[in-house]
Each structure stands twice: as structure tokens, then as C-alpha cells.
């Protein structure tokens, strides 16, 4: 299935790409090769990936959408090293990851916060530098940066129970972002959060990628969270996930409530709804 917009939208919106998975002479930061993916249940096996391959260029905003169960979160996990592939290969920076993942080179941000309640904000990003050799001090001091670069300077020494659900979030990408991370990976973090919150969250995540240049891998099942912020689209089929489909999105930012994007999110829910899959679109 190929999604085709109309001639307007094609040319100021998004161009398609055909489902091959890699060709971009830039460097990636992450390439999937022929993925594939199973877990054990009931006695034997479920599949959940399928020969899926992708590239994601240095510095590039993708979005991984799909229905649930289609394997968005364990591409994730496979980026980061915390699950190996049964098929085919993940690199990162150039390299295999083979359970052998730089984590000072990523950050992860995960669905629910996972902050800790007895750690202030402050303590709760300098947890990711903890593992390392890096002195008190300027540990210390690199969190306070992070938690003033997401509007949080103030609250350094509140706890979790204190801060807003927005709040939260916001701690936790300053988290993930202490480590100065050359990739960013992100598994649908905003969905619990209120629409508003979650909007004033996709405008602080753009505005960090303009500032630290990063390549952001995020997870989602919301079409219109994907057509905002994503500079690419990969579209996941239902479980088994095979990539389904592949586009460029091209317009300026800011793009919530555009006329342009609202036709995309359109097309693209009309897409879902011919896959006959289990999303909420």
C-alpha cells in the first residue's frame, strides 16, 4: 500500500519513499538491516518483527509509527542495546550493537518517567552519570545545566511528588540528556500527559533538537504527535511489524493546526484505517 496525497500536499508536505530501507549517503546514526524479532509465549513462539530495514541519518527527527504489538518499542530496545536481534543487524554510530551500546552516546526516554521519589530532581538526573567515573561537582553542575535547559532550574530541588506531570517529563528528558547524547531515543513519553502539556512538550523537544543538533528515534501511535515533530516517517504493519511505509515530511515548523499537516494526518489515518489494525487513530 502506498499512501498518495494529493498533488498539493505531495509536493509541500511529504514524499513518499519506497519500502527499501537504506541508500542515504549521509552517515546514520542507526541502521536496521533485515530485523527480525520473536519471543517465547505459551510454549512457543510469537513474531513480532519482520525483515524491517531503515536508516536514520545523523541529526534527523524520526518517528516509528505503528498499531500496538507491532514492534515500535523493540526496535527501540534493539537500538539500545537491551535486546539482541534473531535476524538480520542494528548499528549505532557505525557500529554493531551486539550488547556492546556506548550508552554515554544515548539517551533513552522511556513511557513513564521512572524517576525516583526519594531523589530530588536534581539528584534524579545525575543518576544517568552515576555509573561513571565523572567527579560529584561536575556532575552536579551538568544536571543543573539540563534541568535550566528544560525551564526546570528552579525546581532542581523539589521532589518527584511535588512537580506536575509535565514537570515530570520534563525532568526526565533533562535526564536523558545529561550524558550529552549523540542520539536520543524515546518510547512514546508524552502520552500520558494532557494535550496541552503534551504540545508545550513537543515545542521544548524541537527546540532542544535545534539547539544540540541530536538524532531523536521516537515511538509513537499517535499519527498527529508523528506529522509535528518527525522529519521521516516509518509506518509499521501489524504484528508481525514489517516497514509499511516510508515518508519525508517537509514542512516548516511550527506544524500543529497547519492546513498542510492536517491533511497529512488525514491521509495518514485513511492509510491505518485500510491496514484493518488495532490503533487508535
Given at each position: 500500500?502506498?499512501?498518495?496525497?494529493?498533488?498539493?500536499?505531495?509536493?509541500?508536505?511529504?514524499?513518499?519513499?519506497?519500502?527499501?530501507g537504506?541508500?542515504?549517503?549521509?552517515?546514520?546514526?542507526?541502521?536496521?538491516?533485515?530485523?527480525?524479532?520473536?519471543?517465547?509465549?505459551?510454549?512457543?513462539?510469537?513474531?513480532?518483527?519482520?525483515?524491517?530495514?531503515?536508516?536514520?541519518?545523523?541529526?534527523?527527527?524520526?518517528?516509528?509509527?505503528?498499531?500496538?504489538?507491532?514492534?515500535?518499542?523493540?526496535l527501540?530496545?534493539?537500538?539500545?542495546?537491551?535486546?539482541?536481534?534473531?535476524?538480520g543487524?542494528?548499528?549505532?554510530?557505525?557500529?554493531?550493537?551486539?550488547?556492546?551500546?556506548?550508552?554515554?552516546?544515548?539517551?533513552?526516554?522511556?513511557?513513564?518517567?521512572?524517576?525516583?521519589p526519594?531523589?530530588?530532581?536534581?539528584?534524579?538526573?545525575?543518576?544517568?552519570?552515576?555509573?561513571?567515573?565523572?567527579?560529584?561537582a561536575?556532575?552536579?553542575?551538568?544536571?543543573?545545566?539540563?534541568?535550566?535547559?528544560?525551564?526546570?532550574?528552579?525546581?532542581?530541588?523539589?521532589?518527584?511528588?511535588?512537580?506536575?506531570?509535565?514537570?515530570?517529563?520534563?525532568v526526565?528528558?533533562?535526564?536523558?540528556?545529561?550524558?550529552?547524547?549523540?542520539?536520543?531515543?524515546?518510547?512514546?513519553?508524552?502520552?500520558?500527559?494532557?494535550?496541552?502539556?503534551?504540545?508545550?512538550?513537543?515545542?521544548?523537544?524541537?527546540?532542544?533538537?535545534d539547539?544540540?543538533?541530536?538524532?531523536?528515534?521516537?515511538?509513537?501511535?499517535?499519527?498527529?504527535?508523528?506529522?509535528?515533530?518527525?522529519?521521516?516517517?516509518?509506518?509499521?504493519?501489524?504484528?508481525?511489524?514489517r516497514?509499511h511505509?516510508?515518508?519525508?515530511?517537509?514542512?516548516?515548523?511550527?506544524r500543529?493546526?497547519?492546513?498542510?499537516?492536517?491533511?497529512?494526518v488525514?491521509?495518514?489515518?485513511?492509510?491505518?484505517?485500510?491496514?484493518?489494525?488495532?490503533?487508535?487513530?
Amino acid at each position: 500500500m502506498t499512501i498518495t496525497p494529493a498533488p498539493d500536499v505531495l509536493t509541500a508536505a511529504a514524499r513518499h519513499h519506497p519500502v527499501s530501507g537504506s541508500g542515504s549517503p549521509h552517515p546514520h546514526a542507526v541502521s536496521f538491516r533485515h530485523v527480525s524479532k520473536r519471543f517465547p509465549r505459551d510454549g512457543g513462539t510469537f513474531e513480532v518483527l519482520r525483515d524491517v530495514s531503515f536508516d536514520v541519518p545523523a541529526g534527523e527527527v524520526l518517528a516509528v509509527l505503528g498499531p500496538s504489538g507491532s514492534g515500535k518499542s523493540t526496535l527501540l530496545n534493539m537500538a539500545a542495546g537491551l535486546i539482541a536481534p534473531d535476524g538480520g543487524q542494528v548499528m549505532v554510530l557505525g557500529h554493531p550493537t551486539d550488547g556492546n551500546v556506548d550508552w554515554s552516546r544515548l539517551g533513552y526516554m522511556f513511557q513513564d518517567d521512572r524517576l525516583l521519589p526519594w531523589r530530588t530532581a536534581l539528584d534524579n538526573v545525575t543518576l544517568a552519570l552515576e555509573t561513571g567515573r565523572t567527579p560529584k561537582a561536575e556532575r552536579r553542575e551538568r544536571a543543573q545545566s539540563r534541568l535550566a535547559l528544560v525551564g526546570l532550574a528552579e525546581f532542581a530541588r523539589s521532589f518527584p511528588h511535588q512537580l506536575s506531570g509535565g514537570m515530570r517529563s520534563r525532568v526526565a528528558l533533562a535526564r536523558s540528556l545529561v550524558t550529552e547524547p549523540d542520539i536520543l531515543l524515546m518510547d512514546e513519553p508524552f502520552s500520558r500527559l494532557d494535550a496541552q502539556t503534551r504540545t508545550t512538550m513537543h515545542e521544548e523537544l524541537l527546540r532542544i533538537h535545534d539547539e544540540r543538533a541530536m538524532s531523536i528515534v521516537f515511538v509513537t501511535h499517535d499519527v498527529e504527535e508523528a506529522v509535528i515533530l518527525a522529519d521521516r516517517i516509518v509506518m509499521l504493519s501489524p504484528r508481525p511489524g514489517r516497514l509499511h511505509t516510508e515518508l519525508e515530511v517537509t514542512l516548516p515548523h511550527p506544524r500543529l493546526g497547519t492546513k498542510e499537516a492536517l491533511e497529512l494526518v488525514g491521509e495518514l489515518r485513511a492509510a491505518i484505517a485500510g491496514m484493518n489494525a488495532d490503533w487508535v487513530i
